[in-house]
């Protein structure tokens, strides 16, 4: 079994700074890919930036150069450092990833249960 716990949420006014994280664990044999995904209220759930375990990135275009995404492959751990946010920025964050487990053959896909992140004007 597999586990992602996001942590690093909270309440915080426009303009200021944050950083996410999310810890992989359970018995992993290796996580490729992972994401960090929002869903505010009243609307879908979308993604908000990736990295494969080679460090390659992408962003939705509306946290691009405020949002960085990074990762630490022996921690199993990926952030996300949120900087110059915006109170559309207000939404529950959930962490993905591609997770093969020990004696699995295929990669299979894990949610965290989310954390909060209130930006205030």
């Known amino acids: 079994q597999v586990q992602l716990v996001e942590s690093g949420g909270g309440l915080v006014q426009a303009g200021e700074s944050l950083r996410l994280s999310c810890a992989a664990s359970g018995s992993i044999d290796r996580v490729y890919g992972m994401g960090w995904y929002r869903q505010a209220p009243g609307k879908e759930r979308e993604l908000v930036a990736t990295?494969?375990?080679?460090?390659?990135?992408d962003y939705a275009d509306s946290v691009k150069g405020r949002f960085t995404v990074s990762r630490d492959n022996e921690k199993k751990t990926a952030f996300l450092q949120m900087n110059n946010v915006e109170p559309e920025d207000t939404a529950v964050y959930y962490c993905?990833?591609?997770?093969?487990?020990?004696?699995?053959?295929?990669?299979?896909?894990?949610w965290g249960q989310g954390t909060q992140v209130t930006v205030s004007s």
């Open positions: 990295i494969t375990s080679d460090l390659r990135t």
């Open positions: 993905n990833a591609g997770v093969r487990t020990r004696g699995a053959p295929a990669v299979s896909a894990y």
